[in-house]
């Protein structure tokens, strides 16, 4: 069985979906031994949707300053045509 050492050591790539079956299975029975692994594996996966989720708020906010940076510089060259 795998140690917590090297549960720790893994835990970015099994929360990625890049460890094989039979690894994944590894550290899937430690953690169903090891209540402390299976926390920080859970607080693992959370910091991951969190980060996520503040990229994507960022990519739209980028797209709104792009949109609303559009829609000023329109006004702009209508007010200079006399619009």
Known sequence: M???KEV???ASAMID???GAWDTLQM???MAMC????RFIGQM??????TEA???AEELHDVDDLRISAIL?????GKQQGG
């Open 54 to 56: 503040v990229d994507e």
């Open 8 to 10: 720790a050591q893994r």
């Open 35 to 38: 209540k402390g692994c299976e």
């Open 17 to 19: 979906g890049e460890l």
């Open 2 to 4: 795998l140690s917590c």
């Open 73 to 77: 510089s329109q006004l702009h060259e």
């Open 45 to 50: 996966r959370i910091t991951r949707d969190l």
């Open 28 to 30: 899937r029975m430690h």
